[in-house]
């Protein structure tokens, strides 16, 4: 059978599309189109990273509000720092970066930071009353009260201007007045942190302890993650004789900064006060873990060691307190701390061990340092005086003699380690900071 396929062909037939070439012509243009926006700028490359959105200086302010109010005082320096380099021409923020370094114990950063605030919005008063507050914290009280004056005169109604006064005028001794800028301040913000603070330490330095326990439990309540305000709380009970809650406090401070020795020498100090001499010193030799190099920690544990009659120990300690030492485990270099009222202590109490055990070579150059600097301190004069005596009494002064065993205690006619009730204490400092 056939079969008649008719005309057909492999080849196929070409069919005009006029529709496709416009398609093609559009295609072309727009590529040209985007083409050209590129050039321009106004269209990105596909592909291409989508660039990082830059932070405002507004929300690193708020973030760092965040971290001060957590108790996290680095960070929040941190980022109030990364505020400022977002926008330098913000005196607020530089006001805010210099408060919490004051408050983080660096008052030169503050201080510097005060500054700008300053140059760059010179008639603000909150700048002028934050660089009150850091020179306050550095000791120059006269200049500070100068930048207080200017802070009122720029804003007689700025709460925190009249505080931090009251502060320098309290470090000055001029009680009268620094109770009358106070006092203005809590009302005119008694919502304040830094006024209830400030107004406490007025309170605590007339002696009207009472009183500044609740300004600063009102401070603690506004901002209860701030570790400097539970030292002034343990202070103030400490002096009352409420040594429990007086390490309390000193635990919440140091728990909100582990790495902060203040707190742990605040507690071994109270221990030290109640003849508790062994947990004393273990929270010395914590705080030595932690600053290994620092003097001042040797002269607070060589104390400690002469009260709980290990006079070796006390030797070594102050020795390297005063004289400098290495570090026995670090070879780190301990440097030896001046004569001053802070170390005073420290120097009478390692001349006394000395002549103790007659080593008077070294005993009587500290006593001549001490009876020269303490010249009008009748107590003081008395505890050379008898150093000098059991060196004139043991032998010829310089004289190297066999030294006593740890174990060993110098016998009462020669020993001058004076009674707890005739060593007088350091002077306290006149900055606002923790005190020991």
């Known amino acids: 059978m056939y079969l008649d396929r008719g005309k057909f062909t492999l080849r196929r037939q070409k069919r ?229 809650t007086a390490v309390e406090y000193f635990q919440r401070a140091s728990a909100l900064d582990p790495k902060d020795t203040a707190p742990l020498l605040s507690i071994a100090r109270t221990y030290f006060q109640t003849g508790e001499y062994q947990r004393a010193a273990q929270y010395i030799e914590t705080a030595l873990e932690l600053e290994p190099t620092n003097p001042d920690i040797y002269g607070r544990l060589g104390l400690v060691e002469f009260k709980a009659l290990n006079y070796e120990g006390a030797v070594t300690d102050l020795g390297c307190a005063i004289d400098g030492c290495t570090h026995p485990l670090t070879a780190a270099v301990v440097s030896g701390m001046p004569l001053k009222p802070e170390t005073l202590e420290y120097y009478y109490t390692f001349g006394s061990v000395l002549a103790a055990y007659l080593k008077c070579d070294r005993a009587l150059p500290v006593f001549s340092q001490v009876a020269a600097f303490a010249a009008d301190d009748e107590v003081v004069q008395n505890i050379v005086a008898e150093g000098r005596a059991i060196c004139e009494l043991g032998g010829t002064p310089g004289a190297e003699t066999t030294t006593p065993d740890a174990n060993s205690t110098p016998t009462a006619d020669k020993t001058a380690v004076p009674v707890a009730s005739e060593t007088p204490q350091p002077a306290a400092a006149a900055t606002p900071t923790p005190g020991y």
């Open 16 to 244: 005009s599309r006029p529709g496709r070439v416009a398609l093609y012509l559009a295609l072309i243009v727009l590529g040209i189109y985007i083409i050209r926006e590129q050039h321009q700028g106004n269209v990105r490359p596909m592909l291409m990273a989508t660039p990082t959105a830059t932070r405002s200086a507004v929300s690193f302010a708020e973030e760092a509000e965040a971290h001060f109010s957590a108790g996290r005082l680095r960070r929040a320096i941190e980022t109030y720092q990364k505020a400022t380099e977002a926008e330098p021409a913000n005196a607020a923020y530089w006001v805010k970066l210099a408060r919490l370094q004051v408050y983080a114990g660096d008052a030169e950063a503050g201080l510097e930071s005060a500054n700008t605030a300053v140059l760059v919005l010179p008639e603000d008063s909150s700048a002028h009353a934050v660089r009150a507050f850091a020179l306050d914290w550095t000791g120059d009280y006269e200049e500070g009260s100068r930048a207080s004056v200017r802070a009122i005169q720029l804003d007689p109604n700025n709460a925190l201007a009249h505080a931090y006064y009251a502060e320098i005028l309290t470090d000055l001794q001029k009680y009268a007045q620094a109770g009358d800028e106070a006092r203005l301040a809590v009302s005119l913000n008694s919502n304040s942190m830094d006024v209830q603070r400030a107004y406490g330490y007025y309170l605590e330095s007339v002696a009207a302890y009472e009183d500044a326990i609740i300004a600063y439990q009102t401070a603690a309540t506004i901002n209860p993650n701030l570790g400097l305000i539970y030292m002034r709380l343990g202070l103030s009970y400490r002096v009352l004789g409420q040594y429990e």
